[in-house]
Nanobody
Framework: VQLQASGGGLVQPGGSLRLSCAASGFTLDYYAMGWFRQAPGKEREWVSCIASDGTTDYADSVKGRFAISRDDAKNTASLQMYSVKPEDTAVYYC?????????????????WGQGTQVTVSS
């Protein structure tokens, strides 16, 4: 069972970036998918989630700028980031929760990816 996050990198303020999360060893159909991020010296914080029924939710700090999606046929989830800001700089993690809802707590998720670094800087 594995989640593999990818797509991070260096992007200029105002730019865009797309993160992907690929699952292996299990199917995502009944899982909620979440994205979290952790900046240096800070706790891991919830960014967004998409429930098994497609319902989405976003942290206020990214609402209107980020878009989460899932493709159960490909066993993947994605986080499209628009209009990025320096404060979006962090390691981004994807996670899967079997209960299928859209939880915000790090304690709820069953599986975690390894993280991908996003750096927003000019």
């Amino acid at each position: 069972v594995q989640l593999q996050a990818s797509g991070g990198g260096l992007v200029q303020p105002g730019g865009s970036l797309r993160l992907s999360c690929a699952a292996s060893g299990f199917t995502l159909d009944y899982y909620a998918m979440g994205w979290f991020r952790q900046a240096p010296g800070k706790e891991r914080e919830w960014v967004s989630c998409i429930a098994s029924d497609g319902t989405t939710d976003y942290a206020d700090s990214v609402k209107g700028r980020f878009a989460i999606s899932r493709d159960d046929a490909k066993n993947t989830a994605s986080l499209q980031m628009y209009s990025v800001k320096p404060e979006d700089t962090a390691v981004y993690y994807c996670a899967a929760d079997y209960n299928g809802g859209c939880p915000r707590s790090v304690l709820v998720y069953d599986y975690w990816g390894q993280g991908t670094q996003v750096t927003v800087s000019s």
